[in-house]
């Protein structure tokens, strides 16, 4: 049988590519060169001994690699939480549907179970994989086999823990990139703050326009991925509520609507 590969992991390996090439365009095309630009301006100026107030340009604080692979990893991290957004979204959607009809007054026997389950059993796989049925439908077996209610809410509990450890678990990738994005940042400050001593000796001569400029790279590049990696942890954290949220609500949405119909004969 042949195998294909998660759907999860192409997405990904998509979405980081598109990152690569959307970003790097940017910087090739419109951040370097204004950099650049604004960089030889204040060179000139320095150099022909004039005064003037070096500008702080936004160009000039993003132009090296360390920021752009920031960027970078930002975007893939957004992506992978947008995916993640969008089924926790498509999975509360579920909550709108009565998959077992009931009204009020009624009551579930172990024996009845066998007919609520099978429209849950007769629902497409891509359905069926969601968590509401699937707690569902692991209520209504366990009921037919233990004929205990305690039991059913056990395994409803069940069901959602595992799958709050499964969402918590996918995002293990995004907390990688959110801890990876300042780790860049600091690599740039190590790497500015070299280049800056070893152009030393053009400060004591007097020169001190390669000094400046390694040390606004250390700087820049701590600034930039620490600002990103803000953003990067609130979008997390927001996902997460979205995913707890849905786990709860699924549990509260089996016990009022399925559960509390159940009952054994004495």
């Known amino acids: 049988m042949k195998k294909t590969l998660p759907f999860e992991f192409v997405y990904q390996v998509i979405a980081l590519v598109l990152a690569v090439i959307i970003v790097h365009l940017v910087y090739v095309t419109i951040v370097r060169p204004n950099a650049d630009a604004i960089l030889q301006a204040q060179a000139e100026q320095a150099a022909a001994g004039g005064e003037f107030v070096s500008d702080r340009s936004l160009y000039v604080v993003l132009r090296d690699?360390?920021?752009?692979?920031c960027?970078?990893?930002?975007?893939?991290?957004m992506s992978i939480m947008g995916?993640?957004?969008r089924n926790s979204l498509r999975e509360r959607g579920m909550l709108q549907r009565r998959f077992v009809e009931l009204s009020e007054g009624m009551s579930i026997l172990p024996e009845d179970t066998r007919e609520y389950s099978r429209p849950l059993q007769a629902l497409p796989d891509s359905t069926r994989a969601h968590l509401l049925p699937r707690a569902l439908l692991a209520a209504l077996q366990r009921f037919a086999s233990t004929h205990n209610v305690q039991d059913v809410s056990d395994a409803v509990r069940a069901v959602c823990d595992t799958e709050s450890?499964?969402?918590?678990?996918?995002?293990?990738?995004?907390?990688?990139?959110?801890w990876a994005i300042p780790s860049i940042g600091f690599i740039?400050?190590?790497r500015g703050i070299g280049d800056a001593l070893g152009q030393a000796y053009q400060a004591v001569e007097g020169d001190i326009?390669?000094?400046?400029?390694?040390l606004g790279v250390a700087f820049n590049s701590t600034f930039v991925a620490l600002v990103i990696s803000i953003f990067v942890m609130f979008l997390m954290h927001q996902v997460q509520l979205v995913q707890e949220r849905l786990v709860l609500d699924t549990q509260h949405y089996c016990d009022d609507f399925l559960v509390r119909h159940m009952q054994v004969r004495a």
């Open 188 to 190: 740039g400050t190590v």
């Open 209 to 214: 326009t390669g000094v400046t400029v390694s």
């Open 83 to 85: 995916l993640k957004a």
């Open 65 to 69: 690699y360390e920021q752009e692979s």
């Open 165 to 178: 450890d499964r969402l918590d678990s996918e995002l293990a990738m995004v907390r990688y990139i959110a």
């Open 71 to 77: 960027f970078i990893l930002g975007l893939w991290a």
